[in-house]
DNA sequence: CGGCCCATTTGGTCAAGACCAATCCGACCC
DNA sequence: GGGTCGGATTGGTCTTGACCAAATGGGCCG
């Protein structure tokens, strides 16, 4: 990464910047290490901080860069594979379960939530919060809505430590025959408790997956996920879903 | 939207701006209604445009907003469901085929795409690029590349012009027995050719889709997809899929 | 030795102002 | 009537400069 001046060109400085940076990512950089500060970068390139952090913001986006306040920029691994379709026997308890159950509330459901269960609308239900370890650092976090009816077995458990009983309420819910799973991919942004969980500033990218659980009887539970967009690529299916964005 | 002065909170302003700004999307505007210009909001609220602006960008990312460049920010309508499993009969020419194909070119894969073509690697392939149309605009492209070997019949037509061909393509591989999909979402920025065709700045946040669809003899081909990411939830699955965002 | 504290480093936030480029629309001319 | 030119409007880009907050690491103190 030479000292290139930028020239008067058609295209925002910001963007060529980000090709310039990302060409040198791939020829001068290794995985883990680390880039000059952004004081330095903006002096190199000729450029006000503001705009090197423009083209910055748009490789950490890309999962290319990692940024660490008071630490630096340093060269992101390629996004990890997490498979959305987790087969049934993945759920808590069985092994390769990468779900890590936090906590559970009994609660009045958002009217979204609600809504997409159908005629259980206005019922209390089971508010079941995980996170998703993948090479030792969260991924993703989750709130399953359960419909309190769907899973009768829970009334000795009641007052149980929160953990403990939203293991529960996911092992009663397995117990029902699941019909298959419906499932919306869309960007969001993290919400401060998002945040916190995945390491994150709050309004961070983030990939959110709506799931419904469908039974016999309709809609058995609704999922909320939310998945960092940065070190996340979500397959569906049984491959390991090759990227082919370095095309 | 009055004019509410923001306090000295632990939080960003563009944070907290965005939470007010986001409760008066709600309540006091309907669905492609113009917002005040950047500069009168910023006085209204007493920042800086540059913070106002930031407030506005995540807002757009969350697909609550629609900026434009000599016109203004309106109101965005809510993300349009787009199914990415389309059956096979709404391959080209059948009805509710919302994919448009645009141009096919024979020519040697980018390294990333011969990889997952696996054994054919290095084989010159069919690259068919189309668009898919939701409510009247663009709101993804894709290129297929599907290798020139696997559809033999295409001989005859070898000069002819670039959409026909595509089409003709997309034909020779609907009648090869296909033995199922693979997909991965991501999230990624548009290329400047991608944002031109989807009336988006270079840069634009994407959902980008890879697919590869499986044959009896390994991978008959695989498609590089890009959704906007500010207009489109991806769906998988028979239903809507139903958006529990509002929470 | 062990733990606390503080200066340094680094990215994150914010301000004020300037200019650029896409768009729109009315005035004008043919 | 219809096309064309030109300002006015609006979001997009860029600069300079300042301060804030997380993280680190060395040095001091018990």
Redesign the interface.
Same mark, same amino acid.
């Given at each position: 990464m030479g000292t290139t001046r930028l020239e008067t060109v058609p295209?925002?400085k910001y963007?060529h910047l980000?090709t310039v940076l990302s060409e040198a990512l791939d020829s001068e950089f290794a995985v883990g290490e680390i880039l000059p500060n952004e004081r330095e970068l903006a002096a190199r390139f000729g450029v006000a901080r503001a705009t090197l952090r423009q083209a910055l913001e748009?490789l950490e @986006?890309?999962?290319r860069l990692q940024r660490r306040r008071g630490v630096g920029t340093t060269v992101a691994p390629p996004?990890v594979?997490v498979d959305v379709n987790p087969v049934r026997h993945s759920w808590p308890g069985a092994p390769g379960d990468a779900w890590q159950t936090e906590d559970c509330e009994e609660t009045a459901p958002?009217?979204?939530?609600a809504?997409?269960l159908g005629a259980e609308a206005g019922r209390p239900v089971y508010a079941v919060h995980r996170v998703r370890m993948a090479h030792g650092q969260a991924v993703a976090t989750e709130t399953l809505y359960v419909p309190a009816a769907s899973v009768p077995g829970m009334s000795g458990i009641g007052t149980e430590a929160g953990a403990a009983r939203g293991r529960a309420v996911l092992r009663e819910l397995n117990r029902l025959e699941l019909g298959?799973?419906?499932?919306?991919?869309? @960007?969001? #942004?993290a919400r401060?408790e998002d945040a916190r969980r995945l390491d994150r500033l709050?309004?961070a990218?983030v =990939?959110?997956v709506?799931t419904?659980y469908l039974a016999a009887g309709g809609t058995a539970a609704?999922a =909320?996920s939310t998945y960092r967009?940065?070190t996340?690529? @979500?397959?569906?299916?049984? #491959?390991a879903?090759? #990227? @082919? =964005?370095? #095309?």
């Open positions: 295209e925002p963007w980000k748009q @986006l890309e999962g996004r594979g958002p009217v979204a939530v809504g997409a298959g799973q419906d499932r919306a991919v869309e @960007l969001g #942004s401060a709050p309004g990218p =990939l959110v709506t419904r609704v =909320l967009a940065d996340c690529r @979500l397959t569906f299916g049984d #491959s879903g090759v #990227s @082919l =964005l370095a #095309s």
